[in-house]
């Protein structure tokens, strides 16, 4: 989050802090995304993030992404920023910027701000 909060910072020298409210609206924002299929974030993860998902292109079962009921979730950098990388493509059909990412991680670590 340090590394992610530079980032920030960088982009837009007024940054102060992320947001769980606007990761919240990232995580729902339903669009076009891979193979021209309507998604968001929700497709794979569903509405709640204490429930096991489905990856809707392979049918594979998605552990929740909560780290209240799945305590290794955020847990390992390197899985976090490759998964983040591939889903915002899959999604937004474009890496998202630090805010965008920082924002998400939030809502999903369940940041109260
Ligand atoms: C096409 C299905 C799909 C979509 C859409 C999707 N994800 Fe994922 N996501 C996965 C899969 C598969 C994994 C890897 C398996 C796992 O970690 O259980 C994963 C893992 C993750 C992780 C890794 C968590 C950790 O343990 O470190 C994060 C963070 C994440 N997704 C966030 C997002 C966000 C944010 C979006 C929307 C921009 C999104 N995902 C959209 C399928 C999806």
Sequence with gaps: ????????????????????????????????????????????????????????FTGKKIKPLSPKVNPKRFTNVKKVKKWLRRNFKDVYKREGTALEKGDVLYFMMGVQK
Excluded: P, W, Y
Excluded at 7 to 35: C, H, M, P, T, Y
């Design 1 to 56: 989050m340090e590394t992610l909060k530079v980032q920030a910072k960088k982009e837009n020298q007024n940054f102060s802090d992320f947001s769980a409210v606007r990761g919240k609206e990232i995580f729902f924002k339903e669009l076009i995304g891979k193979r021209e299929k309507k998604v968001s974030c929700a497709s794979c993860h569903t509405n709640d993030l204490t429930k096991t998902g489905e990856n809707i």
